[in-house]
C-alpha cells in the first residue's frame, strides 16, 4: 500500500499545530500511550531476566538532520520547538506504515527496527521495506514538514540522512530492579548509525542491504557506491 502523504501533512500539521497552542499559552503538554522503551519487537522486560543472552537479526535504520547545531542556533529554541512537532510525527508515521518499530528518538532523529526473528517478516523482506521506508522519510521531509515550516514563517529547511544496515544483535535486560529495559546491541546497530552520518539527503546502505537485495525488482532499485556505502534509489 502506497504511503498516505495527506495523511502524514494531517498529523504533522496536526501536531505543529498543537505545540503551538501550548507555545503561545506557555504550557508544554506530552500525551503518550506508551514510553517509547521496552519496545525491541518479540521482547518485554518483564519476561526476561537481567543477563539474558537472545541472539536475533534486524534491519536497523537510522534518520538523522544535517546541520540540526547550527540551525538551532539561527531559528532560535522556540522555532526548535515547532519544528520537532513537525517532524517527529512525521517520520515516526512513515515508519509505521512500513511495519518498522520505533525504538529510540535520538535528539534530532530516530532509530528504527524491522523484522526480527518474532516479526514473522522474512530478513529481505524487512530490508525492502526499510528501504522503502528511507526513501519515502526523505520524501515526507521535502514534501511535507518543510512546507509545514515554511508556512509558518521558518525559512530554514530541514535536511536528513538515512542509514541502514542488517545483521545479528543481542537482545538482553539492563538496568536494576526499580531502573530496567530491553536493549539490543551489535555492529549492525553501530553500522546504521555511522552510515546515517556520511548520508546527506539519500539514503545509504551497507554493502549487507546490497548484496541481499532481491533481484525481483526489475532493476528498478538502484545503487551507487558512496563512502562506505550505497546510495540506494529508485530508476522511475
Not at 65 to 90: D, K, W
Request: net charge neutral; hydrophobic share 40%.
Amino acid at each position: 500500500m502506497a504511503l498516505d502523504i495527506l495523511e502524514v501533512k494531517r498529523i504533522a500539521s496536526e501536531n505543529y499545530k498543537r505545540a503551538l497552542d501550548s507555545l503561545n499559552k506557555s504550557m508544554v503538554f506530552h500525551e503518550a500511550t506508551a514510553a517509547i522503551s521496552d519496545v525491541v519487537p518479540g521482547y518485554k522486560a518483564k519476561s526476561m531476566e537481567f543477563g539474558d543472552y537472545i541472539r536475533d537479526n534486524f534491519t536497523v535504520l537510522f534518520i538523522d538532520m544535517r546541520g540540526s547545531t547550527n540551525r538551532a542556533v539561527n531559528v532560535g529554541p522556540e522555532a526548535t520547538f515547532l519544528t520537532m512537532h513537525a517532524y517527529f510525527p512525521a517520520v515516526s508515521y512513515v515508519v509505521e506504515h512500513y511495519g518498522g518499530y520505533t525504538m529510540d528518538f535520538t535528539g534530532d532523529g530516530l532509530m528504527a527496527f524491522f523484522g526480527g526473528n518474532n516479526s514473522g517478516m522474512a530478513r529481505v523482506h524487512a530490508m525492502k521495506k526499510a528501504g522503502s521506508c528511507g526513501r519515502d522519510l526523505l520524501r515526507v521531509i521535502s514534501e511535507v514538514v518543510n512546507p509545514i515550516l515554511q508556512e509558518n514563517g521558518q525559512r530554514w529547511p530541514l535536511k536528513c540522512g538515512v542509514g541502514i544496515d542488517h545483521g545479528n544483535v543481542i537482545v538482553t535486560k539492563i538496568g536494576t530492579d526499580m531502573t530496567f529495559d530491553v536493549k539490543a546491541f551489535g555492529d549492525c546497530v553501530n553500522g546504521a548509525a555511522k552510515l546515517c552520518q556520511k548520508a546527506n539527503d539519500c539514503v545509504l546502505v551497507s554493502k549487507k542491504v546490497k548484496d541481499d537485495w532481491p533481484s525481483s525488482d526489475n532493476g528498478r532499485i538502484r545503487f551507487r557506491s558512496f563512502e562506505d556505502g550505497y546510495v540506494l534509489s529508485r530508476s522511475e
